[in-house]
Nanobody, 113 residues
Framework: QVQLVESGGGLVQPGGSLRLSCAAS????????MGWYRQAPGKQRELVAT??????NYGESVKGRPTISRDDTNNTVYLQMNSLKPEDTAVYYC????????WGQGTQVTVSS
């Protein structure tokens, strides 16, 4: 079965950084995009970053702070995000796009002192 294994979430100090990883397995179809979305309590899910074969795209709410990359050999996407703020607190979801979309279970990121 398809599995998206997310890691790297947890408690981070304001101004700190995090690095999230999402490793996809069991996907037969070609992957043309991978990325991260997030959802805070009471808010809609929003784009953090996606990446195709070589083109990154970042959400307006986080512009300038994240860097997304992918390792096609291992079907893994990474999100490096700096200068974290309390409003970055959310559940971060990995998304892998083929002819259909696959979603990870989500990893909690809490930015607090």
């Amino acid at each position: 079965q398809v599995q998206l294994v997310e890691s790297g979430g947890g408690l981070v100090q304001p101004g700190g950084s995090l690095r999230l990883s999402c490793a996809a397995s069991g996907i037969i179809s070609s992957i043309y995009a991978m990325g991260w979305y997030r959802q805070a309590p009471g808010k809609q899910r929003e784009l953090v970053a996606t990446i195709t074969s070589g083109t990154p795209n970042y959400g307006e709410s986080v512009k300038g702070r994240p860097t997304i990359s992918r390792d096609d050999t291992n079907n893994t996407v990474y999100l490096q995000m700096n200068s974290l703020k309390p409003e970055d607190t959310a559940v971060y979801y990995c998304k892998v796009s083929t002819w259909r979309d696959y979603w990870g279970q989500g990893t909690q990121v809490t930015v607090s002192s």
